[in-house]
């Protein structure tokens, strides 16, 4: 029933490809062209790309048979196709050569769809995948073996969903959204009332997970439902492996999140946000838009639209940089300050006399 | 064979929900009331709650029809429901209103049980779970569809186990206890004894996990098998989302671990015991009763009972809130201090006249 | 089909043990062992060992009915085993009484296996496991119920895949590598481009996975695909729990990564690393070989072989202990500077007077 995706190398010509990309190109059009390198690894036949005008160099020595170089780059060595924006130009090549694998439509007999499931056409849906009560998907998506689908989940349209994704009841999820294997969707928010015996009472989670169109979330990455109203990732933001999105969570749109940041319950964050790796921001924090967190950072207040910062607890950028700069003078700094109160004192001692 | 909780808001009024909850109200007893919302997304028929005062303004513009507010508040605009523990009342409110997702009890067709099995009354067992070898299950408990049982667990009752729970060989849960999807308890504990080579023998990992009565782990939370012995989660104690807790750990009773927090093997880790998000706390630590580690830290010797630390490496809450109140200053510093020196020199030059 | 080790001690004397062991024995030989056990829960009929002499008074109280000791140590209350290496006699003890639980080989008739798998001797395919197609498993394989493995992956001889492991397309894997629970071997890098509107274009990840010989890791892990080229875990590297290794990473051989420690993208670590918990490395970073990264710290640029670094940013470990040791007198420091300022002005107004 499946078909999988084989991604043999097409070949083609430095021309036709120049042509595909909407580029002009300089040097022999017919040199052959069967895949896409990177620089350091690149081989005879092979397309490379120079977005920085630092790895010139190794332009200079690649065994690549093309380059896609900047408009007004000269390279004599090998054939040029010439980008406003080479690096977009190149993820269109890789695009042209290599196609992510995805299961051919059709639902596999051995999953269990509830049914009372709305299904679009063109769905893909694996073996071992199962839809619980009242689910609509939408054209297109694809549902890898070993999805859980509660009950009324809403999919859009050419969503992918990776293997062991939870999707908990009422999620609803937007088109073109991809989510890795393992992501879980609705788990229930972390809130607990204390209770005079100093036992914790479990706050019902009664909201649910929304996602965006175009958004992208990494493998393991967990998003929590929210007690009351929603969990929202807006359009086109994208999130890395391992994060977690707590309850009540609003983030983005067209925001980035690296590997194993987490934020808390109810803190909101702009669009074009940036969290660098293992950033932690805490419950009810406010973020504007534009902000840039730097990786490992602690957020402990609000940050206004603009704010670049680092450290734990976050300093301004600049601050912090300063900051960090003078702490492994510390040490010596104390033993300065001792000398320079023993010449006070005998200053002191002097004048007394 | 499922059917899928609908959670169609009921209707009642202020006076049968004041009843419900053993409250006295004011105002009109016969106002509708059809679902709880947060003060700020409130619209009519929704009943709110006022836990602080510095809410209170909000209150006064809410458009819900009612508010559980403290016993000596006052609010004309609305009718109130008054409670010692407006929280706790509000809790129970949502219960009414809300009931989690919940499959009905019977095993699926397309389950995998051993014969083995012990299974007590009204279990719910999904679709594409599979249980080992005698393995025990108690009343009531419910298996989202894939939850992987390995042999000789035992699972007491009213657990709840969501979709990809993994529970190793051995491993022994206590009743009430719920498991959000990705859980895995009793992964082997990270263990290696450093050969000669530099290559790395692995520890067999012999002991097991133990789950207390009343304890809620959160999605993707990892916790490994001891080496020997057990690795024990005291009852009550709630965990959030991607928490790692090693080898031969103990945690709690009561205690409350944030998200992406994680405890290195061995340590132990007393009653009501509160970490913020991200703590690392390494092997062989011991840490008392009450102790509270701020989000963050990274602990680096044992915490006796009450302690309140933050940082990394910690330091007791005032001491480190002094020393980062000092840390953007230390730019500042440095130069001053370079000033002093000059004025010293200075001085010490015109008394050597 | 399966029957589930049981474990059952077996029972043996301190001179077969030896024996076994390879080992010379002193005191009684037919003392009979039934299991192993650390020195505080050690009871009769248990092995304990003494690793290292701090822990000898624990031995001259325990109860357990013989001990592994070093070649020179004399212990007259028990049975003693002499070794070289006391810790890996115990491992070999250890492995003596414990069999970690493996199911039997076969494959279930609920799995779903792609007629083009090829498949070794003895391997073991779980129910609900899924392989898709030109899949290649090794002699002696296990795959734990619920393995999801996409196609054109190859896995070696006797590997072992716990439940909820995703194999994504191309993946290799070597011999003897053990995945816990949940693991994502081949998700997407996280690599986008910003186009001019905001948004993020996303950079295919063409690339794959590649896990070498003798490697471990650790439930819920996270490994990337490259986007050109491979990720690569070099042999025998043991990776802990919920750990990240973003796209292009290679690790290794022989290293150790522990909890929540995270490697962004194109990262180079040389051999016997060793990273503590919830390290972070950014992209595009190369370390050495024998580098020490201690837990919590941020690395922010490359690091020579036999490195030893702590804090975030990091600082050599050394200056890192001066400048900590340090930061909790800053305040102090800020008010003792405040002072010396004050004396010095005295000093000056008396000079000028």
Redesign the interface.
Known sequence: M????KNRPKSTTVEELARHLNCRFEGDGNTPIHD???LE?ADKGDLVFLAEPKYRNSLEKTKASAAIVPIEEKLDRIPTIHSEHP??SF?KA??F??T??R?EPGIHP?A?VSPSTTIGKDVSI???V?I???VEIGDGSIL???V?V???VKIGKEVVC???V?I??NTRIGNRV?L???V?LG??G?G??K?KD?????????GIVIIED?V?I???T?V?RAA??ETVIKR?T?I???V?V?HSVEIGP?S?L???T?I?GSSKVG??FIA???V?I?DHITIGDSVIIA??S?ITKNLPSGSFVSG??H?DIR?WR??????????D??R??RK??K??EK??N??RE
């Not at 300063?322 to 040490?331: D, T, V």
């Open positions: 499946k078909r999988p995706h896409v390198s990177s690894r690096y977009v993820i890789l695009e050569f290599y992510p694998y299961p051995q269990l694996g073996a071992f199962f619980d009560e009242d890898f073996p070993f859980s509660y009950p009324r990776h293997s062991f939870s908990r009841e991809i890795h294997n393992g879980v788990s229930d972390f607990f009332q209770a100093g036992s914790h009472i479990k706050i019902p989670q009664k175009d992208e990494g493998a393991n967990t929590d009351l109203g086109g994208k890395d492996n391992l977690q707590a067209d980035i690296a590997a194993q987490g808390a669009k074009n660098g790796g293992q932690g805490p990786a490992k602690g734990s607890p300093l601050t300063k900051a960090w700069a003078a702490i492994p003078q510390l040490y700094l104390i300065e300050i320079l109160k010449r006070i200053l002191e002097k004048l």
